[in-house]
C-alpha cells in the first residue's frame, strides 16, 4: 500500500502562483512514477502532470508552460509548481500513483 499526504492548495488570483506537495509513505518502491490528476466541478477526473521514475515528465495541454512537476527521492515527495494560473484551472487536485492509488485531494480556486 502507498499512503499520500497532499498540501498547498487554497485561493488564488488569475496570474498567480501555488504550489503543490505530497508526500508518499509505504510500499514506494513498488511505484514508477506519481503525478497530479485534477476534477472540476461537472467534469471528469483528468491528468495534469506525470514524473517517472526516470525523470521524464508528461504534462496535459492546457498546463504545459505553466505548470512544473518536480520529484525530491530523499523525502519521497513530489511537487506541482503552478505558475500563471487561470480560473480554468479551479478543480480539486489529487496526487496519484499507478496502481489506483490516490490522495485525498487539495482545492485550488482561482477567482478575483
Known amino acids: 500500500q502507498v499512503q499520500f499526504v497532499e498540501s498547498g492548495g487554497g485561493l488564488v488570483q488569475p496570474g498567480g502562483s501555488l504550489k503543490l506537495s505530497c508526500a508518499a509513505s509505504?510500499?514506494?518502491?513498488?511505484?514508477?512514477?506519481m503525478g497530479w490528476y485534477r476534477q472540476a466541478l461537472g467534469k471528469e477526473r483528468e491528468m495534469v502532470a506525470l514524473?517517472?521514475?526516470?525523470?521524464?515528465?508528461n504534462y496535459a495541454a492546457s498546463v504545459k508552460g505553466r505548470f512544473t512537476i518536480s520529484k525530491d527521492n530523499v523525502e519521497n515527495t513530489v511537487y506541482l509548481q503552478m505558475d500563471n494560473l487561470q480560473p480554468d484551472d479551479t478543480a480539486v487536485y489529487y496526487c496519484?500513483?499507478?496502481?489506483?492509488?490516490w490522495g485525498q485531494g487539495t482545492q485550488v480556486t482561482v477567482s478575483k
Open positions: 496519484y500513483a499507478p496502481g489506483s492509488y
Open positions: 509505504g510500499s514506494i518502491s513498488s511505484i514508477d512514477g
Open positions: 514524473i517517472f521514475s526516470g525523470g521524464s515528465t
